[in-house]
């Protein structure tokens, strides 16, 4: 099973505990490489731009956050188990918070 954009998953590096990260990355392009972009997510939510918000409403075991100003390369074989699906609107504040990470 591929991941695909707007779903998160469990990421398992055999150094560190397993989190969940959020794809990034268009369909189209997940096939051909193995490493995609992935938000991490995290348990110290924080009130800031950067930051969204997921809880159980969103497909969560527990409220968290998705970290986009600490976006980075996973290795796609390492991405173990699919946990939720992020609707449309989740998403768009995903871009808005990925936007204002990444802008000059």
């Not at 779903?7 to 397993?18: A, S």
């Not at 490493?35 to 969103?58: C, G």
Request: hydrophobic share 40%.
């Amino acid at each position: 099973m591929n991941p695909t954009r707007g779903e998160v998953w469990l990421y398992e590096r055999p150094d560190r505990k397993p989190r969940p990260v959020l794809v990034l990355i268009r369909p189209e392009a997940i096939e051909s490489l193995s490493r995609i972009l992935v938000v991490p997510a995290t348990r110290s939510i924080r009130d800031i731009p950067t930051h969204v918000r997921l809880d159980e409403s969103d497909g969560m075991r527990e409220p968290c956050a998705l970290t986009l100003d600490n976006t980075f390369a996973a290795r796609k074989a390492l991405l173990t188990q699919r946990i939720a699906k992020l609707d449309p609107e989740k998403m768009d504040e995903v871009c808005r918070a990925l936007q204002m990470a990444t802008s000059c």
